[in-house]
T-cell receptor, first 113, second 115 residues
Framework: GENVEQHPSTLSVQEGDSAVIKCTYS??????FPWYKQELGKGPQLIID?????GEKKDQRIAVTLNKTAKHFSLHITETQPEDSAVYFC????????????FGTGTRLLVSP | GAVVSQHPSRVICKSGTSVKIECRSL??????MFWYRQFPKQSLMLMAT?????????EQGVEKDKFLINHASLTLSTLTVTSAHPEDSSFYIC???????????FGSGTQLSVL
């Protein structure tokens, strides 16, 4: 079945720096890759997603890149702010009757003022 | 984005009792809803997939008689943890999909503590 690996598990940056989180997936049939931000005690919030027919997508300070050949996708956050501190999860779609998401193990991002 | 409401946000119950968690899509019709379980500092583990008007599909290792799922309408799915035990204590999160759209929207989660 699909396996999604996510690195790093923790990431500490200074305010204003950039942060990059990387994921790899195993199922070449996966075609949808969302990123979620989860704050303590809350449900995940979709922050950006990308489909397999696109190599890059950007939304203000957040961007996602996808390399289908290598089965890699990455989240890039520029000009980080303390409120960006949270756990970030990547996910990849799988098709088994219903389209489901397989989640990465999460990255705890800490942005220090 | 679409809004998914989940209640209660926190529940404490005695061992042996049953607990019901509700998940509602507020501004869209959710043909498919998913229920996840999350342990502290871990990822989301899919428990089951529910489609309106049909039986839920459970992931391997998830007891369907323990975790009862009902998707009675296009805006409501419920998860009932039956005869809860301390090991059932966890953070339960629902998510909903609008039709064939791929985006999943999550509820705010329910922290279940079984004493």
């Amino acid at each position: 079945g699909e396996n999604v690996e996510q690195h790093p598990s923790t990431l500490s940056v200074q305010e204003g720096d950039s942060a990059v989180i990387k994921c790899t997936y195993s199922d070449s049939a996966s075609n949808y890759f969302p990123w979620y931000k989860q704050e303590l005690g809350k449900g995940p919030q979709l922050i950006i997603d990308i489909r397999s027919n696109v190599g890059e997508k950007k939304d203000q300070r957040i961007a996602v890149t996808l390399n289908k050949t290598a089965k890699h996708f990455s989240l890039h956050i520029t000009e980080t702010q303390p409120e960006d501190s949270a756990v970030y999860f990547c996910a990849a779609s799988i098709r088994t009757g219903f389209q489901k998401l397989v989640f990465g193990t999460g990255t705890r991002l800490l942005v220090s003022p | 984005g679409a809004v998914v409401s989940q209640h209660p946000s926190r529940v404490i119950c005695k061992s042996g009792t049953s607990v019901k968690i509700e998940c509602r899509s507020l501004d869209f019709q959710a043909t498919t809803m998913f229920w996840y379980r999350q342990f502290p500092k871990q990822s989301l583990m899919l428990m089951a997939t529910s489609n309106e008007g049909s039986k839920a599909t459970y992931e391997q290792g998830v007891e369907k008689d323990k975790f009862l799922i009902n998707h009675a309408s296009l805006t409501l799915s419920t998860l009932t943890v039956t005869s809860a035990h301390p090991e059932d204590s966890s953070f339960y999160i629902c998510s909903a999909r609008q039709g064939a759209v791929e985006k999943l929207f999550f509820g705010s989660g329910t922290q279940l503590s079984v004493l």
